[in-house]
């Protein structure tokens, strides 16, 4: 597991997979959620708190995946989410899936 210092300075575990899937640490210490974008992709996988009830949004599910051309676009409304879960398994099986439709 990494960490990324955010949200007040809280730091948020993230599985070291996704540096391994080629994913990059894009998080801000003012961000709400942990942030990690992919240029080859072109996919930002946001990551939240582990327990529900420290989530910026209680109750939101702990990771996302969100398509983006141009990360620094993602404030823009220029991206969309694509998958939503609390399985770190289920994330990784639909990059893996979106990867093979893109390929």
Known sequence: MKTTPF????????????????????????DAIGLLFSPERKL?????CEDPREREWPGEYRYGI?????????SEGE?????RTNDF???????????????
């Open 44 to 48: 930002v996988v946001w990551v939240d």
């Open 89 to 103: 398994g289920a994330l990784v099986m639909e990059l893996l899936v979106i990867a093979a439709m893109r390929a």
């Open 79 to 83: 991206c969309e989410t694509l998958f």
């Open 7 to 30: 949200k007040n300075f809280y730091e948020v575990e993230y599985p070291s997979a996704l540096t391994n899937m080629g994913f990059e640490d894009r998080s801000w210490h003012n």
């Open 66 to 74: 969100i398509d983006c051309e141009n990360f620094d676009l993602m």
